[in-house]
């Protein structure tokens, strides 16, 4: 059953982690794995836990502890993909949702619960989920949400759960605090470390600007106007960010439409579909909404947001310059972000070209290439004849030159430029230490506020510790690709 779902989801080969965790996990020992965002984590643990639970169970076996409400569902959503065959089901539960929907549906016995630390603590305490038939505990990027601080609520969470459980952790980092917590609660687990996949960049030209956050979008609608992509997608790091983005772009006349984990699947895939057959130009997406995207002819990519670690960097510029094309990626930076741009630059191994951002002058040259380029797609086409009398009418009164140019300018995006638009500032990222190339800091990024851009799992109806953080549109979690397989205009 597992197998139909990997095939229908695209699977084509495991990935390193893959083939070293599988048959570990399956045979019931407890797994330590070290290993950075992209290396196809979800898969190696969430198919022996598949495997492991029995359908017919009215309780939950599982558990799944994620840092953010944005992983969680991302989780939740990939093991139901591969439990669809197998009868087993999932059920995401985590901070900002209505605690009512989860006690309803943990009524109806899912075998895998997938949780942020706080909310599946609030639950324990209201009793509506007993963890004594827990059989397989995960931790999803536990340094994560160590440093997120949910020290206290892991450790009453493995207290809580059986004692001849199997626990898989998986991290980037290995902090101490993290040590002594595996020191502490699992039985001598099998150490898997496995570097992210390098990925080949040289048919990429990537690009910086330093420019400040108030003049970003100004920045990114210059730069369309001067490259003309033929596809192109903005990664931004919020919802919000996407949201605002999108409509903004929307409003300056581009084909643009944004998506994000809030925007329901079957909407997702129908802005997908449109931007695979080029019914739209730009796609603006955050990372979650983002990952397994596969869509050829993506020509630029453009980090409106820097990412929050390089090997999301490293996927999001991968959109472009596939089957041997030529590609083209730019990254905006503030003043405060440009050590981002080093650790990102150490983790690809090429240096990013800088970039002047463009002036009004320079997009206005490009929009009027633009704009001869569509009258001589016109011509050459030939798809006029019914206008050629028109055309005689108007050249007995105008001369050519002043009629083409008044061409020129209507088919150009001269007025909407003049919209003005103001978008929600987003804090710079900041480097999250001791995780960078070396252990010199760098590996991740964090929101530029301690809390204000993590997900909301502090915030929920108990109270108490869960308020310490929240509030504020969060960056949705870190992209997972598990697999090498594929996967509003206004």
Known sequence: MILKSLDQMGFEEATPIQKQVLPIAKAGRDVLGQAQTGTGKTAAFGIPLIEKMEQEARHPQGIVLAPTRELAIQ????????????????????????????IRGLKKNPQIIVATPGRLQDHMRRKTISLGNINTVVLDEADEMLSMGFVEEIEEILESVPDNRQTLLFSATM??????????????PEQIKVKAKEMTVS??????????ERQKFDTLCRLIDIHSPELAIIFGRTKRRVDE???ALFQRGYEVEGIHGDLPQNKRDKVIQKFKQKRIEILVATDVAARGLDVSGVSHVFNFDLPQDPESYVHRIGRTGRAGKHGMAF?????????????????????????????LQDASVGRQQQAAEQLLEVVTGGDY???????????ENYDAVTLVAAALKTVSKESSNEVKITLTSEPPVRIK?????????????RGGN?????????????????????????????KEFSFSGKRRKK
């Not at 059920?91 to 949702?97: D, V």
């Not at 902090?175 to 001598?188: A, D, G, S, W, Y």
């Not at 230490?433 to 990024?445: C, I, N």
Request: proline share 5%.
């Open 175 to 188: 902090p101490p605090r993290l040590q002594t917590i595996l020191n502490k609660h699992m039985n001598n």
């Open 203 to 212: 048919n990429i030209d990537q690009r910086y600007v330093e420019v400040q």
């Open 385 to 395: 004849a019914d206008l050629t009398d028109k055309a005689e009418e108007l050249l």
């Open 433 to 445: 230490r001791g995780s960078g190339p070396k252990g010199k800091g760098g590996g991740g990024y």
């Open 75 to 102: 989780v939740a959503e990939e093991l139901n993909k591969l439990g669809r065959y197998s009868n087993v089901r999932c059920l995401p539960i985590y901070g900002g949702q209505e605690i009512g929907r989860q």
């Open 331 to 359: 990254s905006f930076a503030t003043p405060r972000e440009k050590e981002h741009i080093n650790i990102i630059e150490k983790t690809t191994k090429k240096k990013m070209t800088v970039e002047k951002a463009p002036t």
């Open 245 to 247: 983005l999108s409509d």
């Open 450 to 478: 301690k809390g204000g851009n993590r997900s909301n799992d502090r915030h929920r109806s108990g109270g108490g510790k869960d308020q310490r953080r929240g509030g504020g549109n969060r960056p949705e979690g870190k």
